[in-house]
């Protein structure tokens, strides 16, 4: 089941985080975020903040950002899909990024970003999946745990991009 995220559930969203920012390049955080960050991020009306769970268990969860932090890019968002670990390949990203998609375009936003540390194979085999699109590989991006990692920027367009678009909608 895929919901809303709630404050109640920071605390294991920041434990799920941990787990990636502690022993993975797949983020580039190397402190840890606290569960206070997390529910600001969830508090923030203009993106939304999704959390799947399997058998009453938060199992996963996706958030929308700013893409940039300029005005003009107020349609844009960056999107990010986290999984518990020994979740993956069961589907939960899958239906995070469907309804994630769903959200976003009924809220008005024309285009959705990601940013996937490579190699990243079932990251980007799930956003191929749901239509996003290769912009580039950024070479040596990131220095994390010794090494330099690459990442890819992919796309997709939400909706079409009005002549004298509407803000994007706030979560109600």
């Known amino acids: 089941m895929v919901r809303y995220a709630n404050f109640a559930d920071a605390p294991v969203i920041q434990e799920i985080y941990a787990h990636y920012v502690r022993r993975t390049a797949i983020t580039f955080a190397t402190t840890e975020p606290t569960a206070a960050d997390f529910v600001a991020r969830i508090s923030d009306p203009r993106y939304p903040f999704l959390a ?3 058998n009453g268990r938060l199992v996963g969860f996706a958030y929308a950002d700013a893409f940039r932090q300029k005005e003009a890019f107020r349609w844009d968002v960056e999107l ?15 239906e995070l990024m469907a309804e994630m998609l769903r ?3 009924k809220q008005g936003y024309v285009n959705a970003y ?10 980007v085999a799930l956003h191929r ?3 996003f699109t290769q912009l580039g590989v950024f070479p040596h991006t990131g220095y994390k745990q010794g090494q330099w990692h690459d990442v890819v920027w992919m796309s997709k367009t939400l909706c079409e991009a009005a002549e004298h678009p ?5 979560l109600t």
């Open 114 to 123: 990601s940013c996937i540390t490579l190699p990243g194979e079932r990251s």
């Open 52 to 54: 799947a769970e399997r």
């Open 129 to 131: 999946k749901f239509g």
């Open 103 to 105: 959200v976003l375009e």
């Open 80 to 94: 990010t899909i986290y999984l518990a670990p020994g979740i993956e390949g069961q589907g939960i990203g899958s």
């Open 166 to 170: 509407d803000d994007p909608n706030l």
